[in-house]
């Protein structure tokens, strides 16, 4: 009789194998997560930087040099100076505690 020999893996080799894969897996996971996390927060604040500084160039041509404004309060500020020239879904004050005001605005993204 001949038997030809199969080279093959074993099924333990298989499964340590995958163990292995599985134990670099895990610890390499959170480490690329919070990268990710960390590119998308700085692109947020580089979109929110942007459209602050453009909002401000352009209320500048109509008001004039940003050193002079003035304004009452938050409000003021918000209503004269950035509201019409930065795009927003909403706007909404919050009490937080007993004195403090919160202005909040929601931009598209």
Do not use: C
Request: net charge positive; no cysteine; hydrophobic share 40%.
């Amino acid at each position: 009789m001949n038997f030809e020999r199969i080279n093959a893996f074993t099924l333990a080799e298989v499964l340590i194998t995958l163990g292995i894969i599985g134990v670099v897996a895990a610890m390499t996971l959170p480490a690329l997560i919070q990268k990710n996390n960390t590119i998308v927060v700085e692109t947020r604040l580089e979109k929110f930087y942007s459209s602050i500084n453009q909002a401000i160039k352009l209320s500048e041509l109509k008001n004039g040099d940003k050193k002079y404004w003035t304004q009452k309060d938050t409000d003021d500020f918000w209503n004269i100076y950035l509201q019409p020239y930065i795009k927003y879904l909403k706007y909404e004050n919050k009490r937080v505690g007993t004195s403090n005001d919160w202005r909040l605005v929601y931009l598209p993204d």
